[in-house]
């Protein structure tokens, strides 16, 4: 079987001709020897020698997403299969094999593939309760990752990454791809070159749809599912959703709501526009799970503001029926307000438009929605053994996903509330935007016949050390920022 070279390979993805040819170029440039520890395999450096590749979670994101991505990539073959879905990973083995030409080895236990010498690479697609403790065990296996967002299910746990990384001298990416998307870096630019003038506020997105995931109760594991590899690093605890796979967004034990999971991209986007390198300084959360019972845990409707001073970062999680935010198309997106009334919306993953003072279009930005060119930059720095040619080093992916866990963690800690009571019970963190995303909000459950009386849950006001990484004077809440199972333990930082 041939397969394309890598400029036939990112232009027949539909990568704009300029990206390819910059892409191109900038692969056919790299040279230079591999920066590893001894005895443990440090990346190819040569463009013409082939990348061995695990890929740890064969479900959706990893089977329809990583899986034919790279299996196409003339410099990379697939050599392992992993998933504790035994089922699912067989199936997804004779995929890449269809296209590669050879079919890569399964199992269920991921070290069995981090073991292998001939794995250079390992990307990672679990549920989230996964990422951090599969991307610090391919580490320090002596390979490179590319985990999936969030980079953690925990605060603790994502900072251990980022200490890995720089021990181990591992190239390590975020799947945030908006990072490398031209349209979007195109945007970033334009704002951080001053565009829109001075930017105080962003507004992050996430207005999705989510149907009921049914009754809790106690399901029966798939049979082809080995559940205690699937829990890892979770609680003990019997399945009480009835679909296995997917769901598990919904219960914190293993998601985080979609403030974590869709929301972390466009939290990703609103802190690199705003150009805040870290975590907020304080945070507050109010919503509630509402409109039906399931099995699910986390909010379906959701406001989190984060205070950086004099910068506020406001995001919005809706999961029933809504329009799209106020006179812009955008239901998943993120928007810049400007001091003289300019703005940007970016209403997809690789688009955006700036409105002048009346909402008349001034100027866009496009490009093609590509999740290759990630790959690709990935790869790339993988070759150079330069992390600082990654779009989205884990640095980045942990101080985005670090600002979901806050919003939740604020949530957790909250007080029940109805809507009214929290519109009170608000402190002045966001001034004139708090109280306008508050109003939108109890205008959107009224429109969903959500009763005005059904309680809600008022999160509380946290103050957090970004340096620290830890609350103010909060045991409690600095108890939700990590947690343990053994043997599946994620290490403390002496430990790495």
């Given amino acids: 079987m041939t397969r394309p070279s890598r400029r036939e390979f990112l232009e027949q993805t539909m ?33 013409n020698e082939k990348l061995g590749v695990a890929i740890i979670g064969a479900g959706g994101r990893g089977g329809d997403t990583h899986l034919p991505i790279l299996a196409r990539l003339p410099d990379v073959e697939v050599l392992w299969i992993v998933d504790p879905d035994e089922k699912n990973g067989n199936e997804r083995v004779k995929q890449a094999g269809k296209i590669q030409g050879r079919e890569p080895k399964f199992a269920r236990d991921m070290r069995e593939a981090f073991a292998d010498p001939a794995v250079d690479v390992v990307t990672i697609a679990t549920p989230h309760h996964w990422h951090s403790l599969a991307a ?28 890995a990384a720089q021990k181990y001298k591992k190239i390590c990416q975020a799947g945030t791809q908006c990072r490398s998307m031209p349209g979007i870096r195109d945007a970033m630019d334009y704002l951080h070159q001053g565009g829109l003038g001075q930017v ?14 049914h009754a ?7 049979a082809s599912v080995d559940y205690g590899l699937w829990l890892g690093p979770a609680p003990v605890a019997p399945l009480t959703r009835k679909r296995l796979h997917y769901d598990w967004h919904w219960q914190w034990p293993y998601g985080n709501g979609d403030l974590g999971n869709q929301g972390v ?6 802190r690199w526009g705003l150009g805040e390198p870290g975590v907020s300084s304080r945070v507050i959360s109010y919503g509630g799970r509402v409109g039906y019972e399931d099995a699910g845990d986390t909010p379906n409707t959701q406001v989190a503001m984060f205070d950086y001073g004099e910068k506020t970062l406001v995001f919005e999680v809706r999961g029933l029926p809504t329009a799209a935010y106020k006179n812009t198309h ?31 279009e001034e100027r866009q930005f496009n490009g093609s929605e590509n999740d290759s060119i990630h790959f690709v930059n990935f790869l790339d720095a993988v070759r150079s053994r330069k992390a600082e040619d990654l779009n989205a080093n884990i640095l980045e992916g942990h101080v985005s996903s670090a600002l979901c866990h806050l919003g939740n963690i604020s949530y957790m800690l909250g007080k029940p509330a109805t809507i009214d009571e ?3 019970g608000l402190p002045a963190l966001a001034g004139e935007a ?57 290490p403390t930082a002496d430990k790495l």
């Fill in 434 to 490: 708090a109280q306008e995303t508050f109003d939108r909000t109890r205008v959107h459950l009224d429109e969903n016949d959500i009763d005005p009386a059904v309680k809600l849950q008022l999160g509380a006001d946290l103050s957090f050390d970004p340096n620290r990484e830890a609350f103010a004077n909060n045991p409690l809440a600095d108890m939700l920022l990590s947690r343990e199972r053994g043997p599946f333990v994620v």
């Fill in 136 to 163: 610090i065990w391919a580490m320090q296996a002596g390979k490179d990752v590319y985990v999936e967002k969030p980079i953690s299910h925990n605060i603790s746990e994502g900072r251990r990454c980022v200490e």
């Fill in 330 to 360: 955008a239901r998943i997106g993120v928007i810049f307000e400007g001091a003289d009334g300019r703005s940007m919306v970016i209403p997809s993953y690789y688009t955006a438009v700036v409105y002048d003072k009346d909402g008349k």
């Fill in 216 to 222: 809790r109760g106690l399901y029966e594991v798939p």
């Fill in 200 to 213: 105080k506020l962003a507004r992050g997105l996430c207005y999705k749809e989510r149907k009921t995931i």
């Fill in 15 to 47: 990568l704009s001709a300029a990206a390819a040819a910059a892409a191109a170029s900038h692969w056919s440039a790299l040279t230079g020897k591999a920066v590893g520890e001894e005895g443990t395999t440090s990346g190819s450096t040569s463009p």
């Fill in 265 to 270: 991209h466009q939290m990703d986007i609103a």
């Fill in 422 to 424: 929290i519109g009170k």
